[in-house]
């Protein structure tokens, strides 16, 4: 049985940082391209950040220079490094993974639609 299971949410002021952790099961991971998404309430799931199988990083421009996707394919986890957090970053966060050999802008667009996703942990950034 498949498991993504995030952590790491949590509410921060402007500027501050947070690192989301996605513990993955049930997966051969090296062979999976893996990523985040967020979804504000009333608007359009949005691609964050993937990983794919050459572990080549992918980011959403509204993210470039500030967050940092990264993976420990020994334990099975995969992070989101987040910094310099705005208020526009408010979001309920996914980790999400996908066997089919996604990369680039294809899977920062299709993210949000893997095979398989976390329940995920909501991230608040006040101003």
């Known amino acids: 049985q498949v498991q993504l299971t995030e952590s790491g949410g949590g509410s921060v002021q402007s500027g501050g940082s947070l690192r989301l952790s996605c513990v993955v099961s049930g997966i051969t991971y090296d062979r999976y391209c893996m990523g985040w998404f967020r979804q504000i309430p009333g608007k359009e799931r949005e691609g964050v950040a993937t990983i794919d199988t050459t572990g080549t990083a992918t980011y959403a421009e509204s993210v470039k220079g500030r967050f940092t996707i990264s993976h420990d394919n020994s334990r099975k986890l995969l992070y989101l490094q987040m910094t310099n957090l705005k208020p526009e970053d408010t979001a309920l966060y996914y980790c999400?993974?996908?066997?089919?050999?996604?990369?680039?802008?294809?899977?920062?667009?299709?993210?949000?639609?893997?095979?398989?996703r976390g329940q995920g942990t909501q991230v608040t950034v006040s101003s």
């Open positions: 999400a993974a996908d066997s089919l050999p996604y990369g680039g802008s294809a899977s920062l667009k299709l993210v949000p639609v893997f095979g398989f």
